[in-house]
Structure formats: C-alpha cells, structure tokens
C-alpha cells in the first residue's frame, strides 16, 4: 500500500526506447543515479518505469546514446490535480 501511494504522489512516466544504445542508456542511468523499474524488452528496444523527477535528467543520456524515447503512459497526483491548477475557488 504505501509503495503504490509512494508512487502516485511523486508521478511515474513508462516510456519506450528505441534505437540506438539501450544497453548502455541503462548503463549511464544507473551510473546517474536514475531509478528506472519494471524494464521489458520489445523487439525494437525496451519500456521502463521512471519516476516523473528523474525524467527530464534521462533525455539528455538518450540523446547521448542515440535512443528515441516516447513516452507511452503518465501517472501520478501531478496529472490528477494539474486540471485544477487555475481554479483555486474549488479546493475552498
């Protein structure tokens, strides 16, 4: 439970690589201190969890290694409540 709550609050991207140097993307990412979870292969590379505050630090390295990356799914508090970001009335 509170890995799942852990989760939503600090926002999750699944994102798809491909081209390019998979291998050493995750290579660089780990060496980066960059926590990528959940990696399945696909025939052209690879999708993996990051979490939302280690994304923009991951773009740099895959345009370092030559991957594409496109992101497929968003999760967290972040998108729920970026819909009500201007509408302060209805929190009150």
């Known amino acids: 439970m509170f890995q799942w709550l852990s989760r939503f609050l600090s926002g999750e991207i699944v994102f798809l690589v491909e081209g390019g140097r998979g291998e050493r993307l995750l290579n660089q ?5 960059i926590t990528i979870q959940r990696i399945e292969a696909t025939p052209t ?4 969890t990051v979490p939302r ?3 923009e630090r ?3 390295l895959a345009k370092k290694e030559n991957c594409v990356i496109s992101v497929q799914k968003e999760y967290g ?7 009500y ?8």
């Open 53 to 55: 505050r280690d994304y």
């Open 77 to 83: 508090a972040y998108l729920v409540l970026s819909a």
């Open 58 to 60: 991951l773009l740099p």
């Open 29 to 33: 990412c780990v060496s980066h201190g």
């Open 85 to 92: 970001r201007h509408r302060f009335g209805i929190f009150i």
């Open 45 to 48: 590379g690879f999708i993996a």
